[in-house]
């Protein structure tokens, strides 16, 4: 498991019990199952990702990763696109453990966050808009839905699930970082442009 998971593949372990047909199940019977096999899934970072990252750092974006994944997932992802990880990833069982002030701590000093439940991906945007930060969450699934409603920017994929489109504020077409990328400057192209603009008209009409 740790060494398919230190690959970056996605590892599920499949197991079975014989229990009476009349029988309820209860989370009780969760126990002394016996192992059949894994069921291993490959996601491989596109081509295009490191490049992106990279600018993105370039443009002064502080990039983080909210996942649902196990912590040896998201930290070989990481390497792969060339995010920082020596700080390690911080865990949404460390996360409920943590005091109000140690939260506010840690969303600054860690990137990388990992087996966290939608509740608790809201909680860190949440506590990084409370530290003054313009957050922006992009996300594809139905757990990233509440993340994506309480950020100032929720972006989503055309290819995502519908809940997680209802909740963003954009929709990218093409399933790509580089496209990000592109909207981040030509945004801030169009922000600059629209400053000068008022400016002149206001030093003229005065």
Request: with cysteine; glycine share 10%.
């Amino acid at each position: 498991f740790h060494r398919l998971s230190g690959q970056g593949k996605r590892v599920i372990a499949v197991a079975v019990k014989e229990l009476s047909s009349h029988k309820i199940c209860s989370e009780k019977d969760e126990r002394g199952l016996m192992l059949i096999g894994y069921l291993v899934f490959s996601d491989p970072v596109k081509v295009t990702a490191k490049k992106a990252v990279r600018e993105l750092q370039h443009l002064n974006l502080g990039l983080k990763i909210l996942s649902g994944d196990d912590p040896l997932v998201v930290l070989h992802i990481c390497q792969e696109v060339g995010l920082p990880s020596e700080k390690g990833v911080l865990t949404g069982e460390e996360w409920e453990k943590l005091s109000v002030k140690s939260k506010q701590k840690a969303v600054q000093e860690y990137s990388l966050f990992a087996r966290l439940n939608p509740e608790q991906k809201k909680e860190i945007v949440d506590e990084l808009g409370k530290l003054g930060h313009v957050v922006g969450f992009l996300g594809d699934g139905i757990n990233d839905a509440p993340a994506l409603k309480a950020a100032e920017v929720g972006i989503s994929v055309d290819s995502g699930a519908g809940v997680a489109k209802e909740a963003a504020d954009i929709i990218l077409l093409k399933k790509s970082l580089e496209v990000l990328t592109k909207g981040v400057i030509e945004g801030r192209r169009i922000f600059g442009n629209a400053t000068k603009y008022i400016m002149n008209t206001v030093s003229a009409n005065y």
